[in-house]
């Protein structure tokens, strides 16, 4: 294979605010990277084609389905999952209402739901209940009926607002 | 104490940490291969030819397998022995696998599948019910007839009849997590399967047959599905069973997980239903006699076709009471396929069937077609004698409608001949009704209509009766194993898969309340067949029917020894679990870590099993006569829509609903179950439309032709409220089932659907379902034309 149409790709990202260098095959879709290479298993496969939105992760600063964007693509960015979320402690809010708000029953929807849902309370504000319906839309969930989601999304919004207003 | 306590899901902090394990998930031993499986293009023909050296020569393939290179037996059929996992010779449809590839990635093994040439003798496929009726293809030697009364001659002698066909499409489950499977081969020969099933058991035989080996020699643990739905009960045995296979021939470990096309093209989804129906009735709208022909399309191989054929005919009279009904239903066989489990298991479609004949009546009569329901509902329930046996219902306060007192009279049965003794919709419907507003609404409605030419408004409020009990009466059973270690922690481990449904935790709840501790001392165990042996799938709505119960017996088995042992120590018998500890009388208290240290050292086991059988149950599918379930959950919705007569569009304004859990185990799972239940229900009928083409190919075979309600699809206001009234029977904590029954609550989505499209004209909008915007429009061009 020559230089000019080598079928693997050096890449060095940053993934979960760490440093992260690979040699990857250029069709190793990000999310098959992140599940296969770094064992991050917090994202999942479900339709591997962007509709599901189970696979969605945050790339510079944008939810991202996992599996539209190759590895490749993303060398130099700055990549977060659920898995590094969770350890910053930035969503632990959200994922508390989660908790509490019964928000998930299989659970497999659940850390691309989060990924989106971070997308929309960064961009500050109290979003109404059908702006945060419009910004889900994207993410199918199977087993609730969504309900128990928009309640935990609001609340989050509501409390996050009350906070920086206090 | 716990039990009742809305606690989240036992895995919620797993869950949004990104920590919960899927088998997708399991971090592979070094050396694991992977599996596709290359594909049927033809729906019905003879395999003339097969030339696999492409797909050897691919890179990273190690094995292909095909029918001839199987040890043991090739079949991954739940009992009909009908389904092999490779084609042997014939194909049946188009997605059947032909053959298994073998390789170090699943990519390479995908790849190299698509590089397979297989050559057929064609043969015209039977696809639709039409073809399947002319060739006479079935299941059984003919059909099922169920009958109470003389509904002929009732329905010729009604002073009203309606008659129509109603076409209704089938469900591709859409479990977020595809099918998927694990084998990791063991000494000896022994075999370790981790797969997403629901029928734990049913893998283990499966792989034992494939292998040649007896069950013993097979271990499946399945700690969690990415939902089920009843998809996962027969459709993971040809992954974990191909896995197994390769997996012994290889001697490496073998994993395979669909991806979302082949899952969607190679497994079966709800049965779609024509249901042909004549109805006489009376000037009230109550029904003197019904006829029922269900046309059932099974797909190509039996499953589980015949007990989901047979609950449509047990749910057919619903909510309403039948004294002349006739069902007749014909199990067809086609090229498609193989039509399976999914919620309600046959029950939603013959529900949706009567409630189309009571929306048909109210047209036909101008009345509202909620009096026309409770016009035909089944006698409320007495309160039951002495309290023996519990409530079903609240108690009755005078001055409201009193229950019909139905002792002395003739009794109530259902047309299979079961008695209803616990009917509570009458007060259910009043009480959904007065809250949510039917009256005003209806009115408002109404007005709404009157001066819209465009957008128009519909609004129905529709029952739910189903029968809790696995209609296979030796299924109703469940095993259980619990330890308490000396540390006093509990291990707790029972049949029942978890799927999101949240079964560990409610019975977690169970086992904590025994024992009176906190449900954290509770350890949950992924369900394992070498813990709890012989185990019925987790279906029917009944895990934590069953396993409750089952781990009840367990638990108090090691209490009741354990209280044993105190009451000798201490000289009293006065014992009691609460609070984390053991009460000894009024004098001593120990911990319950002390008090399982105690046994211990006097050596009492403090390990047990636990067993359950439903009672009563007796049912035969044959002359549909008996008592197929111990009792029925119940359940109402109102749903308001507005569909825009000129593009079909449709939107679910708000729901209102209101569900029998019994006396809850967990208010907050149930509640999720309802929520969800209703989205899946309304979606199957409202969107999620499958279309095969003329030969056989299914066209919607990913979610970008296959549309699942989205969020934006749901309600915009949705209030869901729990009945609260204990079960009659005495189920675990006198609570309801409640898995699938709330799916059918969005029944009452279609059919506000179609009193909107009423509104347009003079005709009866016969909509079938999925009511698309294509059937919306036809129906409002039919209604406006007065047909």
């Known amino acids: 294979m020559t230089e000019a149409f080598r079928d693997r790709i050096d890449i060095a990202l940053t993934v979960n605010g760490e440093q992260v260098e690979a040699r990857v095959p250029a069709g190793r879709h990000l999310v098959d990277f992140l599940r296969l290479d770094l064992g991050l298993t917090g994202a999942h496969a479900g339709c591997e084609h962007g509709v599901c939105g189970a696979c969605t992760i945050q790339v510079d600063g944008q939810a991202v389905r996992g599996c539209l964007m190759l590895a490749a693509q993303a060398d130099g960015a700055e990549v977060w999952t659920l898995e590094g979320l969770t350890e910053q402690g930035v969503i632990r809010d959200l994922q508390d209402a989660f908790v509490a708000r019964n928000a998930l029953q299989c659970g497999y929807c659940t850390p691309g739901m989060l990924a989106s849902i971070k997308e929309l309370l960064d961009m500050g504000g109290v979003p109404d209940r059908a702006t945060i319906r419009e910004h889900l839309s994207g993410n199918y969930c199977r087993c609730t009926g969504y309900e128990a989601i928009i309640d935990a999304v609001e609340t989050v919004a509501q409390a996050r607002a009350g906070k920086g207003a206090a | ?787």
Request: proline residues 5%; contains cysteine.
């Open chain 2, 1 to 787: 104490m716990s039990v009742a306590s809305p606690l989240p899901h036992d895995a919620a902090r797993l869950h949004v940490t990104g920590q919960a394990r899927y088998v997708d998930d399991i971090p592979l031993p070094a050396g694991t291969l992977h599996l596709a499986f290359g594909l049927s293009g033809v729906a019905r023909g003879r395999i003339t030819g097969m030339d696999l050296s492409a797909v050897r020569m691919a890179p990273g393939v190690v094995m292909v397998l095909t029918a001839d290179d199987l040890p043991f037996a090739n079949d991954v059929s739940p009992s009909a022995h009908d389904e092999p996992l490779l084609a042997a010779g014939a194909v049946h449809y188009i997605g059947q696998p032909v053959f298994a590839v073998v390789a170090q990635s699943h990519l390479a093994a995908r790849r190299a599948a698509r590089l397979g040439r297989i050559d057929y003798a064609e043969e015209a496929p039977i696809l639709t019910i039409d073809q399947a009726q002319a060739a006479n293809s079935r299941f059984e030697d003919g059909p099922r007839i169920y009958s109470k009364g003389d509904a002929p001659a009732a329905i010729a002698a009604a002073p009203h009849r309606v008659k129509g066909r109603f076409e209704v499409g089938g469900q591709e489950h859409f479990y977020l997590e595809g099918q998927a499977a694990l084998a990791l081969p063991q000494e000896g020969g022994d075999m370790v399967v981790h797969s997403s099933t629901q029928h734990p058991t049913e893998i283990q035989h499966k792989v034992a047959e494939a292998l040649g080996v007896p069950m013993h020699a097979v271990r499946v643990e399945v700690r969690r599905m990415g939902g089920g739905f009843g998809g996962k009960e027969s459709q993971g045995n040809a992954l974990a069973v191909a896995c197994a296979v390769a997996a012994s021939m290889t001697g490496r470990p073998c994993k395979m997980r669909y991806d979302r096309d082949d899952d969607m093209v190679i497994t079966g989804k709800r049965h779609d239903f024509r249901i042909d129906y004549v109805a006489g009735f009376d000037d009230a709208g109550r029904v003197l006699g019904v006829d029922f022909v269900h046309h059932v399309r099974c797909g190509w191989a039996q499953d589980l076709s015949l007990p989901v054929a047979d609950r449509a005919m047990l749910h057919a009279d619903n909510a309403y009471l039948l004294e002349n009904a006739r069902i007749e239903s014909h199990r067809l066989k086609t090229n498609t396929q193989s039509a399976t489990a999914f919620r309600g298991f046959g029950g939603p479609q013959g529900m949706v069937g009567i409630e189309r004949v009571m929306d048909h009546i109210a047209h036909h009569l101008g009345r509202d077609p909620l009096e026309v329901r409770r016009a035909n509902y089944y006698a409320e329930a007495a309160p039951a004698a002495g309290g023996a046996g519990g409530l079903s219902a609240p108690p009755f306060t005078p001055g409201e409608r009193p229950p019909e007192d139905i002792s002395g009279k003739k009794k109530q049965t259902t047309p299979y001949g079961m008695e209803v003794e616990d009917f509570i919709l009458h007060a259910m419907t009043d009480r959904l009704a007065t809250e949510a507003g039917y009256d005003a609404r209806r009115q408002a409605v109404a007005a709404w209509n009157a001066a819209q030419p465009v957008l128009k408004r519909g609004l129905a409020l529709t029952p739910v009766k189903f029968g809790i009990s696995f209609t296979l009466t030796h299924l109703n059973q469940a095993g259980a194993l619990v330890h308490v270690y000396q540390d006093g922690s509990v291990h707790m481990n029972h049949g029942g898969t978890e799927m999101g449904q949240g079964l560990f935790q409610k019975v977690a709840q169970v086992a904590a309340a025994r024992f009176g501790l906190d449900v954290g001392a509770v350890k949950i165990t992924a369900t394992d067949t070498g813990k709890v042996p012989n185990t019925s799938a987790t279906a029917a709505s009944s895990g934590s029917d069953l396993n409750g119960m089952a781990v009840k017996a367990a638990c108090d088995t090691i209490r009741d020894r354990m209280a044993a042992h105190l009451a000798e120590r201490f000289g009293n018998d006065d014992i009691t679990f609460a609070d984390g500890c053991v009460h000894i009388g009024q004098d001593h208290t120990l911990t319950f870590a002390q008090a399982a240290q105690s046994a211990y050292a006097a050596r009492v086991s403090l390990s047990a099993t636990g067993f359950y059988a439903t009672p009563k149950v007796e049912w035969d599918r044959i002359k549909g006569q008996g008592r197929p379930f111990f009792y029925f959950a119940y359940g109402a919705a109102l749903t308001e829509v507005v569909i825009d007569t000129l593009t079909g569009e449709t939107r679910i304004l708000r729901a209102d609903l209101l569900h029998d859990a019994g006396a809850s185990l967990n208010p907050a799972l149930d509640i999720g179950q309802i929520e969800g239940g209703y989205v899946q229900g309304a979606g199957w009928l409202t969107m999620e439309e499958l279309v095969w083409d003329t030969k056989g190919q299914l066209r919607t075979h990913a979610p970008s032709t296959y549309k699942i309600p989205a969020v934006s699809d749901r309600p915009a206001v949705f209030n869901v409220g729990l009945w609260e009234g204990a079960n009659r029977e005495d189920t675990i904590y006198r609570s309801k089932a409640v898995g699938e029954p709330p799916f059918m609550l969005g029944i009452s989505a279609l059919m506000a659907i179609s009193d909107a499209v009423a509104a347009c004209g003079p005709g009866y909008p016969a909509l079938d379902a999925p009511a698309t915007p294509e059937r919306i429009l036809a129906a409002v061009r039919r209604v406006r034309d007065g047909i």
